[in-house]
T-cell receptor, first 111, second 112 residues
Framework: GQQLNQSPQSMFIQEGEDVSMNCTSSSIFNTWLWYKQDPGEGPVLLIALYKAGELTSNGRLTAQFGITRKDSFLNISASIPSDVGIYFC???????????FGTGTRLKVLA | NAGVTQTPKFQVLKTGQSMTLQCAQDMNHNSMYWYRQDPGMGLRLIYYSASEGTTDKGEVPNGYNVSRLNKREFSLRLESAAPSQTSVYFCASISGGNQPQHFGDGTRLSIL
């Protein structure tokens, strides 16, 4: 089935460092979502993006809707131990109720 | 604030047994979804219901059936469980259109 390319697959970072991850698609999307999943729980929405070029922040998190509408980026500034988890992107095309999910970026923070 | 509630949280089945996973949302959402999540993979859509009374196949529907019982509830049934269906199953809902999905905490299903 179709999935988004999300990178990196995993990363170890030092506490206090900034983190960047991205998602790319062969299809144009009208909506991009970013989720975080903690062990044993369901994904929780971090940021929703609805317009090409849109830049939206949620605390230390900032996400951007790529101009081409085929990519999106998530940045985490000054990482802390509780940022550990799996981050997923999801995209939705116009006229559909379905979201396509990326394969996830597994973030591990070294104190 | 219950949101999306899935039952059971854990289940072990033997090959060939049947099982229904339950999902209920209390947010008056129109659309509901069933996903499976396997190690190293993202969420793959099994079935979805855009609105009460409708259901449609997703990417991986084989071996599953669904019922949109009413606006609140959307169940997933495995008629004859197979080891390949060992996974974590997530239910999600949205109010409509391009609104973000809200997820339950998942059902961890093992089939021996």
């Amino acid at each position: 089935g179709q999935q988004l390319n999300q990178s990196p697959q995993s990363m170890f970072i030092q506490e206090g460092e900034d983190v960047s991850m991205n998602c790319t698609s062969s299809s144009i999307f009208n909506t991009w979502l970013w989720y975080k999943q903690d062990p044993g729980e369901g994904p929780v929405l971090l940021i929703a993006l609805y317009k090409a070029g849109e830049l939206t922040s949620n605390g230390r998190l900032t996400a951007q809707f790529g101009i081409t509408r085929k990519d999106s980026f998530l940045n985490i500034s000054a990482s802390i131990p509780s940022d550990v988890g799996i981050y997923f992107c999801a995209g939705q095309s116009s006229g559909t109720y379905k979201y396509i999910f990326g394969t996830g970026t597994r973030l591990k923070v070294l104190a | 604030n219950a949101g999306v509630t899935q039952t059971p949280k854990f289940q072990v089945l033997k090959t060939g047994q049947s099982m229904t996973l339950q999902c209920a949302q209390d947010m008056n959402h129109n659309s509901m979804y069933w996903y499976r999540q396997d190690p190293g993979m993202g969420l793959r859509l099994i079935y979805y219901s855009a609105s009460e009374g409708t259901t449609d196949k997703g990417e991986v529907p084989n071996g599953y059936n669904v019922s949109r019982l009413n606006k609140r509830e959307f169940s997933l049934r495995l008629e004859s469980a197979a080891p390949s269906q060992t996974s974590v199953y997530f239910c999600a809902s949205i109010s409509g259109g391009n609104q973000p999905q809200h997820f339950g905490d998942g059902t961890r299903l093992s089939i021996l």
